[in-house]
């Protein structure tokens, strides 16, 4: 009997002590489901959340992003060009953030490359919103006002993480290619490419 004791304080304690690696599959998928909704929602509503939700970085939701949005235009285009647009879109966001990534950090921002890219990929958001009610309509009035919601959307969100992160004389210079890389993707959406 001691020793069936002894054996279930074990099991307790290293209950206690689980790392990631130990928890079960469904708990990690569980909690990191939680994590991208969090994120979706300070990008969702930039004026929810705290500024520092997306520094915590992670790949899943920007991964997940990137792919909504290229499987939708990528749907959306000639049915010869389908696997050109998707592999296109897929390869212009992680490019289009690592560059934008590389250029703040050059400029010295205070966050880690991932971060940035994490921050970069979350706000695609507003874009997979905008390229699916673009969907509904061909109208060219109606996908140029949803298109350029979405890059004052997707705009704001991001700048929002990167206030604050480089010095305020070369703030300008982080923000531009930002509002560039949301424009050219965004100009994607609206041709319909």
Do not use: H
Request: glycine residues 8%.
């Amino acid at each position: 009997a001691a020793a069936t004791g002894i054996g279930q304080q074990d099991n307790i304690q290293t209950n206690e002590n689980l790392s990631t690696l130990d928890e079960p599959v469904i708990d990690t998928i569980k909690r990191d489901l939680k994590a991208i909704g969090r994120k979706m929602l300070v990008v969702a509503v930039p004026t929810l959340g705290k500024d520092n939700e997306l520094q915590d970085w992670d790949l899943w939701g920007p991964l997940l992003l990137c792919l909504f949005l290229a499987i939708v235009l990528g749907s959306s285009a000639a049915s010869s060009q389908k696997g050109l647009v998707f592999s296109a879109v897929f390869v212009l966001i992680w490019l289009g953030s690592a560059v934008v990534t590389f250029n703040a950090k050059f400029l010295g921002a205070k966050l880690s490359f991932f971060q940035i890219v994490c921050v970069m990929g979350y706000c695609v958001a507003p874009m997979c919103i905008a390229s699916l009610l673009e969907l509904i309509s061909s109208y060219w009035l109606f996908k140029l006002i949803v298109s350029l919601v979405a890059w004052g959307w997707s705009t704001y969100a991001s700048l929002r993480f990167f206030r604050g992160c480089v010095k305020p004389d070369r703030e300008a210079l982080v923000v531009y290619p930002i509002g560039l890389f949301y424009f050219f993707m965004t100009w994607m959406m609206a041709v319909g490419i």
